[in-house]
C-alpha cells in the first residue's frame, strides 16, 4: 500500500551550517553539477550554461541542434560522465524540435574547463508530441554505467504511457554512446522502440536518484491535483499512470476510478495535495557533512517551496522540512563530494546557494 507521509521535525538537521550564496543571476534554471575541480556548471532553459569558478561567473551558449524553448521544455538537466577526470564528457537532457512535433533528447559535449565542444546527440526519442509540457528530462548513471533517464507523457498523452512501444511516460536506459543495454527488459519485443523501456507508466518524473546503501534507484514524479509519488524502480514493472492514480484532474475531474490495479506498482509515497517535487538528491551513509541525514533523499518542492527530507533508511518515510532559511519556488538539490547541499531557485534571477557544516 501507498504511504500517508508522517512529519517528524520541522529542523531535522542537529549541525550547526552555514549558507552561502555560490551564483546569482541565474534565468530559469534547471540543474547543476560539481565538477571534480569544484567547478559549478549550471543549467538554463534558453540553452546557456553558467560556470562558476571561485569568484568568476560566465555564460556560454551551448550549440544545440534544434533547441525548443517553450512550455516547460529547454535544456534541462546535466550530468557528467564517470570518467569525467579523463573524458571530459558532459551529458544534457533537452526538449528539440517545435510544437507540431518536438521530442526529448540527450547529448554530449566535452568541456575544456572553459569551452564546450559542440553537443551531438547520443538518443534522440522515438516518440514525437505537440505539446510543451512533460519531458520529465532527468538523467542518472547506474553502478553499472549505463544511463537512465525519465521521459514524461506529454500532458495530453497520458495513455501512452501505458504502451510499450511508445516511449511517453517512460524510464529508458541506453548505453553512454547511445545504444542499449542487451539486458533492457523489453530488448526481445518485436517493435525496436520497446528496447530502451526499463520501466513504464510515469507521468512527469523529475527525481532520479540512486540509493547507494540499499542499491536501489529512486524516482519520484509529480501527479496532477495531488497524486505526487516516490517510487523505488525495478526493470520492466508498471507505475500505473494513467491507470492508478491518487490525484484528479486540473479541472478536480476524476482521472480513473482505481488507485490500485493487478499487476501495477503502488508508490511508496503519495503526496495529496501536491507538493511539486522537482529536484531530488540522496544523502549516503558515505557523506560526512550532515550524518543527521544520512539514509534521506532530500527533495526541493516548487509549490511548498521547501526543502524536505524524506527518510529511507527503514522505509519508515518520515518527512521533515529541513533548512527553513531556504525558500521559495526550488528547482534543484545536489551534494558535493565532501557533502555539502547545493539548492537552485527557480525562475528568474535565481541564485544557487551551498549549505556546509560550520
Request: charged content about 20%; overall charge neutral.
Amino acid at each position: 500500500m501507498t504511504t500517508k507521509l508522517a512529519f517528524a521535525s520541522e529542523t531535522l538537521t542537529k549541525e550547526t551550517y552555514q549558507i552561502e550564496t555560490v551564483a546569482s543571476g541565474l534565468q530559469s534554471p534547471w540543474s547543476m553539477v560539481q565538477l571534480p575541480d569544484k567547478t559549478w556548471l549550471i543549467t538554463e532553459r534558453d540553452g546557456h550554461i553558467v560556470v562558476k569558478k571561485g569568484k568568476h561567473q560566465t555564460r556560454v551558449k551551448l550549440a544545440l541542434d534544434g533547441l525548443y524553448v517553450a512550455g516547460q521544455g529547454g535544456l534541462l538537466d546535466i550530468l557528467i560522465s564517470p570518467d569525467f577526470s579523463s573524458s571530459k564528457d558532459v551529458f544534457f537532457t533537452y526538449s528539440q524540435g517545435e510544437l507540431k512535433a518536438n521530442r526529448l533528447v540527450i547529448a554530449k559535449a566535452k568541456f575544456d574547463g572553459t569551452t564546450f565542444s559542440k553537443p551531438h546527440i547520443i538518443y534522440k526519442l522515438a516518440t514525437d508530441k505537440s505539446t510543451p509540457q512533460h519531458y520529465a528530462g532527468r538523467a542518472l548513471f547506474l553502478p553499472d554505467n549505463t544511463l537512465l533517464f525519465s521521459s514524461g507523457d506529454g500532458f495530453d498523452f497520458r495513455e501512452q504511457a501505458q504502451i510499450i512501444t511508445n516511449q511517453l511516460g517512460k524510464m529508458l536506459r541506453i548505453n553512454p554512446d547511445g545504444t542499449i543495454p542487451s539486458d533492457n527488459p523489453f530488448i526481445d519485443h518485436s517493435d525496436p522502440t520497446a528496447h530502451a523501456v526499463f520501466s513504464f507508466g510515469h507521468r512527469n518524473p523529475q527525481g532520479l536518484v540512486y540509493d547507494d546503501d540499499k542499491q536501489r534507484i529512486v524516482s519520484h514524479e509529480h501527479g496532477p491535483a495531488g497524486g505526487d509519488e516516490l517510487n523505488f524502480l525495478t526493470a520492466g514493472k508498471n507505475y500505473g499512470w494513467p491507470v492508478i492514480t491518487y490525484g484528479k484532474d486540473y479541472s478536480r475531474a476524476r482521472i480513473s476510478p482505481f488507485t490500485e490495479y493487478e499487476g501495477m506498482l503502488q508508490p511508496s509515497i503519495n503526496w495529496t495535495p501536491s507538493i511539486a517535487p522537482s529536484g531530488m538528491a540522496y544523502y549516503s551513509t558515505r557523506f560526512n557533512g550532515f550524518k543527521s541525514l544520512h539514509g534521506h533523499a532530500l527533495i526541493t518542492a516548487l509549490v511548498d517551496k521547501k526543502l524536505y527530507a524524506v527518510d529511507l533508511a527503514n522505509d519508515s518515510f518520515t518527512q521533515s522540512h529541513v533548512f527553513p532559511e531556504i525558500s521559495g519556488r526550488l528547482r534543484d538539490v545536489f551534494i558535493t563530494h565532501n557533502g555539502n547541499i547545493a539548492i537552485l531557485e527557480d525562475g528568474k534571477n535565481a541564485k544557487l546557494k551551498l549549505l556546509s557544516v560550520k
